[in-house]
C-alpha cells in the first residue's frame, strides 16, 4: 500500500495555470504506476493524466491533451500535473491514484485499475 497525498489545488482564472503535487510514502513507489483522475459536480470521475512506473510513456484524456503534463520524480515519491491553458470544464476535485504494476508497461484509464488514493484538491477556473 502506498499512502496518497495531493496539494495544488486552487482558483485560477481561465487561461491560468496549475501545478498539482502528489506526494506518496512508502519505499516501493517506482514499483506503482501513476494517474490523475477528476470529478466535477453531478458528474462521473473521470481519467485525465497516467504515467509508467519508470515515467518513461505518458497518456492523457483528449480533453487535456496538449495543456496538461504528468510527470513524476521517484527519488521524491512525487508526481506531478502541470495544468496549463486552463478552462473553466477544467473545473473539479482532482485526485492522485496508483496501481501497483509488474512492469507491464500498460496504461490504465479507469479508477477500478487503482488500488490507492489521495483524499483530492479542488480546482476551480473561473471565466
Known amino acids: 500500500q502506498v499512502q496518497l497525498v495531493e496539494s495544488g489545488g486552487g482558483l485560477v482564472q481561465a487561461g491560468g495555470s496549475l501545478r498539482l503535487s502528489c506526494a506518496a510514502s512508502?519505499?516501493?513507489?517506482?514499483?506503482?504506476?501513476m494517474g490523475w483522475f477528476r470529478q466535477a459536480p453531478g458528474k462521473e470521475r473521470e481519467f485525465v493524466a497516467g504515467?509508467?512506473?519508470?515515467?518513461?510513456?505518458?497518456y492523457y484524456a483528449d480533453s487535456v491533451k496538449g495543456r496538461f503534463t504528468i510527470s513524476r520524480d521517484n527519488a521524491k515519491n512525487t508526481v506531478l500535473l502541470q495544468m496549463n491553458s486552463l478552462k473553466p470544464e477544467d473545473t473539479a476535485v482532482y485526485y492522485c491514484?496508483?496501481?501497483?504494476?509488474?512492469?507491464?508497461?500498460?496504461?490504465?484509464?479507469?479508477?477500478?485499475?487503482?488500488?490507492?488514493w489521495g483524499q483530492g484538491t479542488q480546482v476551480t477556473v473561473s471565466s
Open positions: 512508502g519505499r516501493t513507489f517506482s514499483s506503482y504506476a
Open positions: 504515467i509508467t512506473r519508470s515515467g518513461g510513456r505518458t
Open positions: 491514484a496508483a496501481r501497483w504494476d509488474r512492469d507491464s508497461g500498460r496504461y490504465y484509464y479507469t479508477g477500478p485499475q487503482y488500488d490507492n
